[in-house]
Structure formats: C-alpha cells, structure tokens
C-alpha cells in the first residue's frame, strides 16, 4: 500500500475570506454552523469516533478543555454532520475536521475551517498551521494555504498505532 504525503500547510489569518454569504445559504438549507457546547462533548466526540476514529475523538475531546472550547460544528435536523477543531493535537494547529458524506459538497467544511482560523485569530494568532494535511487543494482554494517545505510526516511522526502487541 502506498502511503499519501501529509504534510502541514502555513495560512495567514489577517486574511480570511469573508462567508456571509455562505454561512446566510447553508442557514436557509437548515444548517446550524457554531462553537461546540461543553454539554456537547460526550455526543461530538462519539461522533467522531464512529465516523473518524480514536485519533481523531482524542484529539476532539482535548478541544473541548480549552477555554473557550475550541471546536465548531454543523448541525442538520438536530444531528452533527461536521466538526472542526483548532489548538488539539498542538497549540496554534488546526485539525482534525471532517463532514460526514451525505453532507459534503455544499461548503460546510469550508466554513468550519474558516469559523476556527477566525477563532485562533481572535485568541492572537498570526498564523495557524493546518497539520497532516489530506486534501491540500482544499485548504489552498478556501483559505490561502502553503505548504511547509520538509514537513512530512510532521507532528504524527512515530505515533503509536491500534495494532495489537
């Protein structure tokens, strides 16, 4: 099996695009697209676990101690169907994200990354470095990223796996 490249991605936050428009479509369609709730925890997490797995809940619940809570949802028919998080895995990293496939395509996931970059901003950053980067035309098209030249395979590099000893 051939393993993808995932390497980390550099994006400038005093330059944002703006999503009034985006986030004013996706409210007409019945999406709900706001800051995680501590009492949303057990369920976001859960969540993500089923659809993306341990590492991924892991490093959803470490989200959830900041103060405030550093992830941001979508929600349809009273159900999440997207995350995003920010300051997880390291401070001043966006990730993990996700929309489950019934729901992508319509730019939640767009606006959940910018909804956290806005949120890392307003906390001081500059910057924000998106980690282990999948789909890098993605984060390129909806915010500007770039990549950051010699970081493969980056902050992941010998982290333990599932298989058992």
């Known amino acids: 099996m051939t393993q993808h490249p995932m390497h980390d991605m ?4 005093y330059d944002l695009p703006e999503t009034g428009s985006l986030r004013q479509r996706l409210e007409s369609e019945g999406y709900d697209i706001r800051p995680a709730l501590a009492a949303e925890k057990s369920l976001l997490v859960a969540w993500v676990r089923q659809h993306y797995g341990d590492g991924w809940a892991s490093e959803a619940e470490v989200a959830f101690s900041l103060q405030p809570v550093g992830c941001h949802i979508a929600v349809h028919n009273a159900r999440i169907v ?3 998080c920010h300051d997880a895995a390291y401070r001043n990293f966006f990730g993990p994200t996700g929309v489950h496939p ?3 395509g319509r730019g939640l996931g767009r606006l959940l990354l910018i909804d ?4 890392m901003r307003h906390q001081g950053y500059a910057y924000a470095i998106i980690g282990g980067v999948g789909p890098a ?3 390129r098209k909806a915010v500007g990223a770039v990549s ?3 970081s493969d395979p980056g902050i992941y590099r010998g982290i333990l796996s599932d298989i058992p000893v």
Do not use: E, M, N
């Not at 956290?116 to 949120?119: E, G, I, P, S, V």
């Open 10 to 13: 550099l994006v400038r936050l």
């Open 82 to 84: 997207g995350f995003a």
């Open 102 to 104: 019934d729901h992508q």
């Open 116 to 119: 956290c970059l806005r949120a």
């Open 137 to 139: 035309d993605f984060y």
């Open 148 to 150: 950051i030249k010699g």
